[in-house]
């Protein structure tokens, strides 16, 4: 017998997202028996990010400390609460006393690992309408080279970090972030660059994935 989702009256819908708000310290007292706040209503605008978990909110120790960590971040919020946006659904952001920062850790792509990023001067709080770009600098590794390289996200570049088992901590200060308008011509030029070399790296790695069949029928037609 499937069992019917129930469906919450608009009021119900109001009172979900004022409750949800209240409990993160972002709106104050509501009387549920009047009709819907305009004030509750532009808090729901303020925050849909929070609202429908984008964004996950800080609770700092003191109020003051929280005015000093939206400002350094750039972010909103109220009181003790501070807004920070989530790049990933894994990710878990809070406040460390010990770094007396907003620090932000999620799993990483090899078995295991964890990576720990500090908001601050280098990794900063990504703005609504903004779009972060991840580039590692050219580097010698062993005897080869890896070239300079964009990511489109961070999650991407953790991908690309774990193919070549290379530690975040080893890189983390040789990262460089760039924050670019989203739909700008800086924006736009920056994704047809990405998608180039995307498509650069699969037909590098069909060749050598053929060449690697290949060797492989050789070595079997020598067996036979």
């Known amino acids: 017998m499937s069992s019917k989702s129930r469906r919450y009256s608009p009021h119900e819908i109001y009172k979900r997202k004022a409750r949800k708000l209240q409990s993160k310290g972002l709106l104050g007292d509501v009387d549920f028996r009047k009709r819907a706040d305009p004030k509750v209503i532009r808090a729901f605008e303020k925050y849909s ?9 800080v609770e700092a120790p003191t109020a003051r400390k929280g005015r000093e960590l939206r400002r350094k971040l750039g972010v909103g919020g109220k009181g003790k609460a501070v807004v920070v946006p989530k790049e990933s659904k894994s990710e878990k952001i809070s406040y460390s006393k010990k770094a007396d920062a907003v620090v932000s850790t999620r ?3 090899r078995k295991g690992e964890t990576i720990r990023k500090t908001y601050g001067e280098q990794f900063k709080a990504r703005p609504k309408n903004a779009r972060a770009y991840y580039t590692l600098k050219e580097r010698t590794r062993g005897v080869g080279k890896l070239m300079r390289r964009t990511f489109a996200s961070f999650d991407e570049m953790l991908y690309y970090l774990s193919k070549y088992d290379i530690n975040f901590e080893d890189i983390e200060d040789h990262i460089e972030v760039e924050e670019i308008q989203k739909g700008s011509t800086a924006d736009e030029n920056r994704q047809a660059k990405i998608r180039k070399d995307r498509a650069a790296y699969r037909r590098r790695k069909a060749r050598e994935g ?5 060797g492989t029928k050789k070595r079997r037609a020598k067996r036979n």
């Open 107 to 109: 799993p990483g792509y």
């Open 49 to 57: 990010d929070v609202l429908a978990g984008k964004a996950t909110v």
């Open 210 to 214: 053929g060449t690697a069949k290949r």
